[in-house]
């Protein structure tokens, strides 16, 4: 099993940043892809990024790229989501999620986390 407990979602004015954060536990977080998603209201799941336990392959959605960066420290079993130059389209929940390695769907979520981007 996989617990993820993600921090760092708050409001912010459009061209700002945040550090998103997810805590992860278990004992085989190396079979797992690691990654954040996101959900607005009326929209549908989105994956905004993705990161192996190898760190050699990692994903950004089109959306993101060039503003978004995730990160991985497996010393301390955290991963994260480095969020500039925010647009007021940014703002859902964001969720940090666990997928087996080679698995299609994410099977493991946090609770979530929100951001709220300002215009």
């Known amino acids: 099993q996989v617990q993820l407990v993600e921090s760092g979602g708050g409001l912010v004015q459009a061209g700002g940043s945040l550090r998103l954060s997810c805590a992860a536990s278990?004992?085989?977080?190396?079979?797992?892809?690691l990654g954040w998603l996101r959900q607005a209201p009326g929209k549908e799941r989105e994956t905004v990024a993705a990161?192996?336990?190898?760190?050699?392959?990692?994903y950004l959605a089109d959306s993101v790229k060039g503003r978004f960066t995730i990160s991985r420290d497996n010393d301390r079993n955290m991963v994260f989501l480095y969020l500039n130059n925010l647009k007021p389209e940014d703002t859902a929940v964001y969720y940090c999620?666990?997928?087996?390695?080679?698995?299609?769907?994410?099977?493991?979520w946090g609770q979530g986390t929100q951001v709220t981007v300002s215009s």
């Open positions: 999620a666990a997928k087996p390695n080679g698995a299609e769907a994410y099977t493991h």
């Open positions: 278990g004992r085989t977080l190396s079979m797992y892809v």
């Open positions: 990161v192996t336990w190898n760190l050699r392959a990692t």
